[in-house]
């Protein structure tokens, strides 16, 4: 039996499609034209990278934090923008790639970046801390279980750190002091040699 489809849902369904074909079309004239950072600064590009990488409990927060985040190119990448709550706490935790830079970063590059990002999360939206991670990649090897209760990771924690809204001020003096952070030793190593 055919399951009726409503009008409704069919129109919400083409304006969604439509309007990203549109953001793709309007990114490609703007990169052909303006280079990729000016591409990825438009309106309906950076709603639509929003709208795929919020998640959480408290969506409208992660949507205002990811829309504040992904208007700028930031060297790393930032791959998901999760706010979460319980009562009147919410907490946001970003995920940032560890690999693949858009431009060279050494630590101290990448403790700028963090203490920008950790700021613009805090402006955005009304939550308790911020979390930040950077991740890479593992590789699971062929016909490994990658999700369900069996799941091998598939990425690795290569840098943390939490930013309380209260204690924002000194984020950049721990960082530089590598106060309650965690850094991978091999990630900070090779992050030093490129920047030689």
């Known amino acids: 039996m055919c399951k009726r489809i409503s009008r409704k849902a069919t129109d919400r369904a083409f304006r969604l499609a439509a309007s ?20 990825l600064a438009l309106p309906g590009v950076i ?22 985040l992904l208007g700028t190119v930031w060297p790393a990448q930032i791959i998901r923008v999760r706010v979460d709550a319980a009562r009147s706490h919410r907490i946001a935790g970003i995920v940032i790639s560890g690999l693949k830079f858009h431009r060279p970063l050494d630590p101290h590059a990448f403790d700028d ?6 700021n613009r999360a805090l402006d955005a939206a009304p939550v308790e801390e911020v979390d930040l991670w950077a991740t ?24 943390s750190v939490t930013v309380p809204r209260s204690a924002r001020a000194s984020l950049r003096k721990r960082l530089a002091a590598r106060d309650d952070v965690y850094w991978d030793s091999a990630f900070r190593t090779a992050l030093e040699r490129k920047a030689r």
């Open 113 to 118: 970046e963090i203490a920008a990002v950790a």
């Open 136 to 159: 890479v990649p593992l590789d699971a090897g062929a016909g490994t279980v990658v999700s369900g209760d069996l799941a091998k990771p598939t990425s690795r924690i290569v840098f």
């Open 20 to 39: 990203c074909c549109i953001a793709t079309v309007l990114a490609t004239c703007a990169a052909s034209f303006a280079g990729r950072e000016a591409a």
């Open 47 to 68: 709603e639509v990278r929003a709208q795929s990488r919020a998640t959480g409990n408290d969506r409208p927060d992660a949507l205002r934090i990811a829309r504040a």
